[in-house]
């Protein structure tokens, strides 16, 4: 099956910095990529999603200007945490999906770990 | 009131039992349904997709979607401990373009 990966898999980082979150799709092109965010014993909260070349659409009580996505080519989706706080500590998802239809499967990365001290 | 209604369990079963799992939805704008499996502190992975009333089987796992009563089911026979994590289901809205997902329900298997 498809492969997706995400780097780093887990960072520590201190209050203020900004974290840099990579997403890859391995061995197709993604046509649009989406970033969750999940709290522990909890769902996947989808917090936007990204087409390539496009700027990310976001959901509703995302702050675009905290969390800035970049979607530069069609195997590669970023996330930027800027400035983070503690409350951003969280697992973040990745997922790329393999084609325009919404129906087409998602693939998910691994996760990224984040905890800011 | 949650779009995707999803009992978190913990959900204990000794191996070799069926594990059914179930989902309920609001929405009747949601077409297409799928079951995700996923393990302690990793991402998410499709296990079966399903846009109409009925039952889909594959393998051990058999997906089931009553749109009349907007239920959806997953049910797993001759689980193993291996079969231990969260499942999520997960829905599309027809003219939507992402997933929506339940909390999830977290499975035991025990040996």
């Known amino acids: 099956g498809a492969v997706v990966s995400q780097h780093p898999s887990w960072v520590i980082c201190k209050s203020g910095t900004s974290v840099k979150i990579e997403c890859r799709s391995l061995?197709?092109?993604?046509?649009?990529m989406f970033w969750y965010r999940q709290f522990p014993k909890q769902s996947l909260m989808l917090m936007a999603t990204s087409n390539e070349g496009s700027k990310a659409t976001y959901e509703q009580g995302v702050e675009k200007d905290k969390f800035l996505i970049n979607h530069a080519s069609l195997t590669l989706s970023t996330l930027t945490v800027t400035s983070a706080h503690p409350e951003d500590s969280s697992f973040y998802i990745c997922s790329a999906r393999d084609g325009w239809e919404a129906t087409d499967t998602q693939y998910f990365g691994p996760g990224t770990r984040l905890t800011v001290l | 009131q949650k779009e995707v209604e999803q009992d978190p369990g913990p959900l204990s079963v000794p191996e070799g039992a069926i594990v059914s799992l179930n989902c309920t939805y609001s929405n009747s704008a949601f077409q297409y349904f799928m079951w995700y499996r996923q393990y302690s502190r990793k991402g998410p992975e499709l296990l079966m997709y399903?846009?109409?009333?009925g039952n889909k089987e594959d393998g051990r796992f058999t997906a089931q979607v009553d749109k009349s009563s907007k239920y959806i089911s997953l049910f797993i026979r001759d689980s193993q401990p291996s079969d231990s994590a969260t499942y999520l289901c997960?829905?599309?809205?027809?003219?939507?373009?992402?997933?929506?997902f339940g909390g999830g329900t977290r499975v035991l298997v025990k040996p």
């Open positions: 399903t846009y109409s009333s």
């Open positions: 997960a829905l599309i809205k027809a003219a939507g373009n992402k997933l929506t």
């Open positions: 061995d197709f092109q993604a046509t649009t």
